[in-house]
Each structure stands twice: as structure tokens, then as C-alpha cells.
Antibody, heavy 115, light 112 residues
Framework: EVQVVESGGGLVQPGGSLRLSCSAS????????MDWFRQAPGKELEYVSA????????YYADSVKGRFTISRDNSKNTLYLQMISLRAEDTAVYYC????????WGQGTLVTVSS | DVVMTQSPLSLPVTLGQPASISCRSSQSLVHSDGNTYLNWFQQRPGQSPRRLIY???NRDSGVPDRFSGSGSATDFTLKISRVEAEDVGVYYCMQGTHWPYTFGQGTRLEIK
């Protein structure tokens, strides 16, 4: 069974940092590009970042470019999102999803940026 | 960025009646590989998004056949032939053809 489990969210002050993790199972993780999405409370879904299957290529939405870094460890079937210089507008539930299929979504992890 | 415009944004429907959601893109969603990466997601209250339809009209496993997708290039539609109580939630179209991938604003379906 395909599963993705996001973790690492929490409450952080503006300007702070967090690292999100996404543990994948039930599929050949190393062969899939992966995406991070987010959804602010009561808002629509937003694309955040993407990474190729081998980690060699990465993409970022303009809203997070220079502050977020996506990476992966294929030996651990894990995707990461390092977030620095966090802002109130980064408050959202963050989801990791298999790219180009977007078929399996975890429960997400909530990031709250507030003083 | 490709702008995805959904209508209506609010959709009150009587149980057993049909429902239809429109999604228009600001440019063609036909990829250079020949596919059109237009997906529909359902998000029930308090839940994560669930993909219903991929590549315009392909229904996901476990999705009732009362859901159907159609369209081409820039104009797409999600139809529910007979709305049931479990269909309440927000429906999003999403394009996965052009980076950055973008979503519509969402259509909130409620029972009248």
C-alpha cells in the first residue's frame, strides 16, 4: 500500500526555521519525482517545490525561493523541506505527493508561524 | 503562471440532482508529451485532498462512476450525475502541464 507520512511541523516564530520530512513506502520512491504542496487555513492548495527522482533538479515557487530547500534521501525513502526565514504567510498544512500522478496524499503536517 | 479559473465557487445541490463544475486555464494544457495533465481533486471537510480524475477523464480506483471528467486544451468540466451526501466538500482542478503547477480556487459543494 502506498503511503506518505509528513512530519516536522509545529509552531515557530517569524524568522525561524523548520525541517519537514516525508517518509514514503509502498512504491519505488527513488524512481519518482516528488512535490511539496501547502494549504493555508481556509485557502486553496498551493504548489511549493519539486525535486527530480535522483535529486539533481529542484524547483521552487517564487513565494519560497531562496528560503526553502527541497532534498531527498533515496536510501531512506524520505523527502525533506528545509524552511528558513519563515513568515506568517507560510502558515499552512504541508503535503508531500508523488509528482506527475498526485495520487496519494498524506495527512500533512501543520506549520504555524506566529509570535 | 497558468491561471486556473473555476466556476461556480459555491454550488448548492439537492440530493440526487446533477452537478457540474467548470475549469478554464489561461493557456492550453496539452503537454509536449501529448498528455493533458488536468486533474480533479475532492477535499472533504477536515481531510486531505483526494484525486478523483486524472488526465481530463480518467477516474481513479474507488471513485464512484457518477463522477466524470471531460474537456480539452483550456476548457474542462467535472460532472456528478447524482449528488450524494458524501460528495460535500471542495473540488479543485489542477494543471500539471506547466511549471509551476497551479490549482483553481476551489468549488464548495453543499447540499441544498
Amino acid at each position: 500500500e502506498v503511503q506518505v507520512v509528513e512530519s516536522g511541523g509545529g509552531l515557530v516564530q517569524p524568522g525561524g526555521s523548520l525541517r519537514l520530512s516525508c517518509s514514503a513506502s509502498g512504491f519505488a520512491f527513488s524512481t519518482y519525482p516528488m512535490d511539496w504542496f501547502r494549504q493555508a487555513p481556509g485557502k486553496e492548495l498551493e504548489y511549493v517545490s519539486a525535486i527530480s527522482s535522483n535529486g539533481g533538479s529542484t524547483y521552487y515557487a517564487d513565494s519560497v525561493k531562496g528560503r526553502f530547500t527541497i532534498s531527498r534521501d533515496n536510501s531512506k525513502n524520505t523527502l525533506y523541506l528545509q524552511m528558513i526565514s519563515l513568515r506568517a504567510e507560510d502558515t499552512a498544512v504541508y503535503y508531500c505527493v508523488r509528482s506527475k500522478s498526485w495520487d496519494y496524499w498524506g495527512q500533512g503536517t501543520l506549520v504555524t508561524v506566529s509570535s | 503562471d497558468v491561471v486556473m479559473t473555476q466556476s461556480p465557487l459555491s454550488l448548492p445541490v439537492t440530493l440526487g440532482q446533477p452537478a457540474s463544475i467548470s475549469c478554464r486555464s489561461s493557456q492550453s494544457l496539452v503537454h509536449s508529451d501529448g498528455n493533458t495533465y488536468l486533474n480533479w481533486f475532492q477535499q472533504r471537510p477536515g481531510q486531505s485532498p483526494r484525486r478523483l480524475i486524472y488526465k481530463i477523464s480518467n477516474r481513479d480506483s474507488g471513485v464512484p462512476d457518477r463522477f466524470s471528467g471531460s474537456g480539452s486544451a483550456t476548457d474542462f468540466t467535472l460532472k456528478i450525475s447524482r449528488v450524494e451526501a458524501e460528495d460535500v466538500g471542495v473540488y479543485y482542478c489542477m494543471q500539471g502541464t506547466h511549471w509551476p503547477y497551479t490549482f483553481g480556487q476551489g468549488t464548495r459543494l453543499e447540499i441544498k
